[in-house]
C-alpha cells in the first residue's frame, strides 16, 4: 500500500474532508489530493504534521510499521474545535518527547510530582461544598499561608508540574472552549495545558482549577476543563476549589471593607491576582457584597478601574497575540534544562528547536547566549513567565 | 612568543573534513550543496549570502522543510503560518514579539527569501529521501549510531530540516553545507563519503582565495556570527571556534586566549 493510499484511507476512516486536512496544514487541498494519489510525495515536516492531525505514527504511512495510533484518544472526542484539537496533540506529542529526552538522551531518573500525597483520603472528591475546606488545607500542607500567593506558576514548577500554556481562543459563553486540560501522563506525571488566550487573572484561575484535579482526581488519565461544562460535579467543585485556594475567605474579610465599591473589588482583584469577574463572584459568596451591587458592579470595565487606579492591567486584558506565546508556553524548568543539555554537548540548538517546536534562531536568541551570559531577553523571559513580577 | 606558547598549550586544532579521496575543497563545492538552516541563518542574517553564492559560484539548494516555495506570500501568513524553519523567524516579526529583536536581520532574510539574484534553488524530496529522512529523524537512529559509536551520550534524532537535507545530500551524493554538530555526527560515523562543509570553513575559504580578507572573516565569523547571534562551543562551553588569520585558519580555542 503506498502513502497516499494509507493517508486517503486514515483521512476517511476519521470522516476528515480534504478540504479540513489541507487547512489544517496550511496547505493547498489540491496538495492533498495530489499526495493521495502518489504525484507528489510530502516533505518531512508536512509529513510529521499529517501523523499529527491523524492521530498516527509516520512510519506507519511509509510503510514501515503497523498503525499505532497516538494519544488517548476519548480526551480529542471531547473536543470539537480542530485547531484546539491539533494544538492539544502538540501538547500530548511535546509530553512524550520529552519524557523520552529524559530518560533516554539524558539517562536521567525521572521524578513524578507527587502533589497528590498528603490528600489520598480527599481522592475522588467531587462535593463542592468540601472544595472550600479542602482548598485552606492545600494552603496549609504547602505553607502558602492566607495571602495572595506571589507567583503561581513558580509554584507549579518547584512542585515538578509541567505548565504548557499556548493560546486557543476566548472563552465566549457558550463556545466549545477549553480553558484549560490536565492529564495523567504514563512517564511524566500530572501536566496542565492552560489556555493562553485569557487574561491572566483567568490563567490563574484555570491552574487553580487543573491543580484540584491533579490533586483530587489524579487517578484521570486525562481531562479537558470547558467553559461550556462548569456545571458538571467535577468541574463545579474544581471551580470552587480555585476560587477558594486563590482568594481565601479569611483573608478576603480581613482585607474587604464592609460595603467595597467596584474600585476596591478591582483593587482586591488586582491584589489577589484574579480576575475581576472572579472577584465579584467571591465577594458575593462570602456575602460581603449582595446580588444587586454584584449586577451592578459587573457592568463596569475591568480595565478603565485599573488604568484610572494606576494598576497593572495584565490580569483584566486578554493576553498578547497568540504568536507572542512562543518560547515562553514552557516553564522555566524545561527552558533551564534545554540550555544545559545544550551547554553540555548533549543537545544540538537545531534539536532543542525540534523538540520544543520552536525555530532554533529563537533558541539561540531567546533561550542561549554565546558565551557573554544570559542576555536582557533571556531575562525578560524569565520575568515574563513569572506571573506577577513586572518585566 | 609567550602567546604562540600559550595557544600551543591551548587549543586543539581543527581539521577540515575530507571524503575519502581527498578532494579539495573547491571541488568539493563545485558539485551541486544544499543547505542546512543553521549554515545558511548565518550566511544570510549577517548579509554574506551573496558571498556564499560567489564562493558555490551556484545556487544553493533547499530542502522543502527549510524553505518552501509556496509560502512565501506573507499577505497569507495570518491564516496560514509558515511552516518552513527558514520562514519562522520572519514570521514572529510580523505576527508575534520579535520585531525588535531580528531588526537588523529583516531586510537581509526578506533579500534572500525574494530571490531576486537567485541565489538559492527549492528541491522536493523523493519517496526514497522522505524514508531515509524520517529515519534519520526518528527513534531509528540511536540503534545504528551506537553500533557505530558505541560510547554516544545525548540526543541522537535530528531536527526534520536537517534530515531531509542530510537525506537529499547521501541519496543524491551532493554536498552538506551545515553546522548542527548532531547531523554532522551522523553523517560522518553512518555515511562518511558524504563531503561536509561548515561556515568557518567556507569564510576562511573565502579569505584564502582573496574574495574577503581575514580581517573581514573574522569580523563575520568571530564577531557577527559567533558571538552577537550564536556559534555552539564545546566541551561544555570551554572550547569556541574562532578564525584566525597568518595563516588564515579555523580553530578551537578557549574563553581565555580569545
Known amino acids: 500500500m503506498s502513502l497516499g493510499t494509507r493517508l486517503q484511507e486514515r483521512r476517511k476512516y476519521l470522516d476528515i474532508t480534504q478540504a479540513t486536512l489541507a487547512k489544517n496544514l496550511n496547505v493547498p487541498r489540491e496538495l492533498i489530493s495530489m499526495w493521495e494519489h502518489d504525484r507528489r510525495v510530502p516533505s518531512l515536516g508536512q509529513l510529521k504534521e499529517v501523523a499529527l492531525l491523524l492521530n498516527l505514527n509516520t512510519n506507519f504511512l511509509l510503510g514501515k510499521e503497523d498503525l499505532k495510533t497516538l494519544n488517548p484518544e476519548p480526551i480529542f472526542r471531547a473536543v470539537k474545535n480542530q485547531y484546539s484539537q491539533k494544538e492539544l496533540k502538540r501538547w500530548f506529542e511535546f509530553l512524550d518527547n520529552w519524557a523520552e529526552f529524559l530518560e533516554e538522551d539524558l539517562e536521567e531518573k525521572i521524578l513524578k510530582p507527587q502533589i497528590y500525597k498528603g490528600f489520598e483520603d480527599y481522592h475522588g472528591t467531587t462535593d463542592s461544598r468540601r472544595a472550600p475546606n479542602l482548598a485552606n488545607k492545600v494552603r496549609e500542607y504547602f505553607q502558602l499561608g492566607l495571602d495572595a500567593i506571589p507567583d503561581l506558576y513558580a509554584f507549579f514548577n518547584e512542585k515538578n508540574l509541567l505548565v504548557y500554556r499556548y493560546p486557543l481562543g476566548s472563552l465566549k459563553s457558550g463556545s466549545d472552549a477549553i480553558s484549560g486540560a490536565f492529564v495523567n501522563h504514563s512517564k511524566l506525571g500530572a501536566s496542565i495545558f492552560v489556555n493562553a488566550s485569557v487574561a491572566r487573572g483567568r490563567q490563574m484561575f484555570t491552574l487553580a482549577h487543573e491543580l484540584a484535579h491533579a490533586i483530587f482526581h489524579h487517578s484521570t488519565d486525562s481531562h479537558v476543563s470547558k467553559f461550556s461544562e462548569r456545571s458538571k460535579k467535577m468541574e463545579r467543585f474544581a471551580n470552587v476549589f480555585a476560587a477558594n485556594f486563590l482568594v481565601p475567605a479569611k483573608s478576603l474579610r480581613e482585607l474587604a471593607s464592609k460595603s467595597p465599591d467596584p474600585y476596591e473589588a478591582i483593587t482586591l482583584a488586582a491584589y489577589f491576582k484574579v480576575s475581576y469577574w472572579s472577584m465579584l463572584i467571591r465577594l458575593k459568596e462570602e456575602n460581603i457584597i449582595g446580588k444587586n451591587s454584584f449586577d451592578e458592579y459587573r457592568e463596569y470595565s475591568p480595565n478603565d478601574m485599573a488604568n484610572r487606579l494606576g494598576l497593572k492591567t495584565e490580569a483584566f486584558n486578554s493576553t498578547q497575540p497568540k504568536e507572542s506565546i512562543y518560547v515562553s508556553r514552557y516553564p522555566i524548568s524545561v527552558i533551564q534544562k534545554i540550555k544545559t543539555a545544550i551547554n553540555d554537548d548533549l543537545l544540538s540548538p537545531s534539536q532543542a528547536a525540534d523538540l520544543l517546536n520552536i525555530d532554533s534562531m529563537a533558541v539561540k536568541t531567546v533561550i542561549l547566549k554565546s558565551f557573554d551570559g544570559p542576555s536582557p531577553e533571556e531575562k525578560k523571559l524569565r520575568d515574563e513567565m513569572e506571573y506577577g513580577i513586572a518585566s | ?258
Not at chain 2, 544544499?34 to 558571498?51: C, E, R
Not at chain 2, 510580523?94 to 520585531?99: L, P, R
Not at chain 2, 550564536?230 to 580555542?253: D, G, Q
Request: proline fraction near 6%; hydrophobic fraction near 40%; include cysteine.
Open chain 2, 1 to 258: 612568543m609567550a602567546q604562540a606558547q600559550k595557544r600551543k598549550n591551548c587549543v586543539m586544532k581543527w581539521s577540515m573534513v575530507l571524503p575519502p579521496d581527498n578532494k579539495d575543497l573547491s571541488q568539493i563545492l563545485a558539485q551541486p550543496c544544499i543547505v542546512d538552516n543553521d549554515l545558511l541563518s548565518n550566511f544570510v542574517y549577517v548579509g554574506q549570502a551573496k558571498l556564499l553564492n560567489r564562493l558555490l559560484n551556484q545556487s544553493v539548494f533547499l530542502s522543502p522543510t527549510i524553505l518552501n516555495p509556496n509560502e512565501l506570500d506573507k499577505s497569507n501568513w495570518n491564516l496560514h503560518p509558515p511552516n518552513s524553519e527558514f520562514l519562522k523567524p520572519l514570521y514572529t516579526v510580523y505576527h508575534g514579539d520579535y520585531a525588535k529583536k531580528y531588526q537588523n536581520y529583516v531586510a537581509h532574510i526578506e533579500e534572500f527569501v525574494g530571490n531576486k539574484a537567485n541565489l538559492w534553488k527549492p528541491t522536493s524530496v523523493s519517496r526514497d529521501e522522505l524514508a531515509l529522512a524520517a529515519e534519520l529523524s526518528g527513534k531509528e537512529i540511536k540503534a545504528r549510531l551506537k553500533q557505530a559509536m558505541p560510547n554516544i551520550k545525548g540526543r541522537t534524532r535530528v531536527h526534520p530540516g536537517e534530515a531531509e537535507t542530510a537525506a537529499i545530500a547521501i541519496l543524491r551524493a551532493w554536498t552538506f553545507l551545515g553546522d548542527d554538530q548532531a547531523m554532522i555526527r551522523i553523517l560522518r560515523a553512518l555515511y562518511p563519503s558524504v563531503p561536509i562543509v561548515r561556515t568557518c570553513q567556507l569564510l576562511s575559504y573565502a579569505a584564502n582565495a582573496a574574495f574577503i580578507n581575514c580581517p573581514e572573516a573574522q569580523e563575520i565569523f568571530n564577531e557577527r556570527i559567533a558571538k552577537e547571534i550564536f556559534f555552539a562551543s564545546r566541551n561544555k562551553n570551554t572550547e569556541h571556534l574562532r578564525i584566525l588569520c597568518n595563516p588564515i585558519r579555523c580553530e578551537w580555542v578557549t574563553k581565555a586566549s580569545i
